[in-house]
Structures are given as C-alpha cells and as structure tokens.
C-alpha cells in the first residue's frame, strides 16, 4: 500500500499540460543536482541532473532550471502524461560521495 | 544486470529483535549508500561506503550497523528495533560522485 508522500505538497494538471515542480536546496555551496521519480512502492528513478556550472539542461520531454542567486531549482515536463503520476523529489549534493539530501518531494498528478 | 537487490522486501519485528536489510549490486560500483523513507518525507541517509572496508555514518546512523567486506554487498544490521524504526528502507549505489541507483525499497515494521 501506499506508505509515502502522504502529507506532500500536490500539484495536479491536466494530460498534455506542461508541468512545473519547484524546489528550494539548502547548501548554497552544494554543486550537483538531481531529480528523481518514485512511483507507489518503488525506489527513486533518476529523471536529470545537473551541474552547479549550468543554468539549463533538457532531456526527453524534461528541463531542469537552476537558479544559484536564489538556490532554486525546478523541473519542467512537457505534454504531461498520466504515466508521469509520481512523486518528484530534487536532490543536492553536499559533499563528497553522492551524499544527496533529498526534498520533502512533491506529488504530481495528472488528470485525464 | 539486476541493478540493486535488497532484501526482505517486507518484515514485522518486535521491540527488541535484531535484524539484517541485505543489498547486493553487480553494477561494480563503488560507492553505496543506506537511506530510509518516513510516510511524507524524503530520503534521509543513514550509512555510506566509498568501497569496501570502508563506511562511514550518514545523517540518520543512531540504530543501526553497516559493513562493507566486498564490493557487491553492503548489509544494514539492526541491533535492537525500535518503534522509531519502522520504515521504508532504500539501498543505492554509484559509480562516482554521480546519479545513484536505488533498489525497490524494504519495508521494516517495529510493533
């Protein structure tokens, strides 16, 4: 059953809509970003990543903004499909290792 | 390649009953990690392995033991269970300092 996003932040938008899920990182110094997909009772799946020294980087139907100034960063998914309903968390990292502090993640759902 | 394996998938302890969380990957990566998942959180790490022999406490490390005597695996040892421990376990591995893999999640209930 369902054991994680409970109390999340939601964001619902219409099939074929574009999609904007934000986050705000702690470690102004933190020099790598991702952000990862957890659908019902499954591990996080990698979306994108990015790099302190980029501002923009787009995938398959995904961009990741970065905003240092403000230490922002957000994910855009185009033509939002219901296969795109999950959980979304961003992640940074603080230091050596991969060591990612994740977000509290935000629930996307999609509506036909 | 099966990624990253972790099992059991499910498990109901006791107050006071010990158990392991196993995780083996044959991605040959280096680095693996321990986070566990609380209903409306996100990941939180508990222990990390640059490679093995080597571990070293995360966020979250009260609880729990970790070691790390091969590449492939990297069990998570619970001496003496608590309430406070019931959640959804997640282990992950990396090449570097990079994308992790996460495998399916263990869910550990503590009555």
């Known amino acids: 059953g369902e054991s994680v996003g409970l109390h999340l932040p939601t964001l619902s938008v219409q099939e074929g809509d574009n999609s904007i899920i934000n986050c705000a990182y702690s470690n102004s110094a933190s020099d790598y970003f991702i952000w990862y997909k957890q659908e019902s009772g499954k591990g996080p799946q990698f979306i994108i990543d990015?790099?302190?020294?980029?501002d923009k980087r787009q995938g398959q139907r995904v961009t990741v903004l970065l905003n240092k100034t403000v230490k922002h960063l957000s994910l855009q998914i185009a033509a939002t499909q219901p296969g795109d309903s999950a959980v979304y968390f961003c992640?940074?990292?603080?230091?050596?290792?991969?060591?990612?502090?994740f977000g509290t993640g935000t629930r996307l759902q999609v509506t036909l | 390649n099966a990624g990253v394996t972790q099992t059991p998938k499910f498990r109901i302890l006791k107050i006071g009953q010990s158990m392991t969380l196993q995780c083996a990957q044959d991605?040959?990566?280096?680095?693996m990690y321990w986070y566990r998942q609380d209903p409306g959180m996100g990941l939180k790490l508990i222990y990390y392995s640059v490679g093995a022999g080597i571990t070293d406490k995360g966020e979250v490390p009260n609880g729990y033991n970790v070691s790390r005597s091969t590449t492939e695996d990297f069990p998570l040892r619970l001496e003496l269970a608590a309430p406070s421990q019931t959640s959804v376990y997640f282990c992950a591995s990396s090449y570097s300092t990079g994308e992790l893999f996460f495998g399916e999640g263990s869910r550990l209930t503590v009555l």
């Open positions: 990015i790099r302190s020294n980029m």
């Open positions: 992640a940074e990292n603080t230091g050596t290792a991969s060591k990612l502090t």
């Open positions: 991605m040959n990566h280096n680095y």
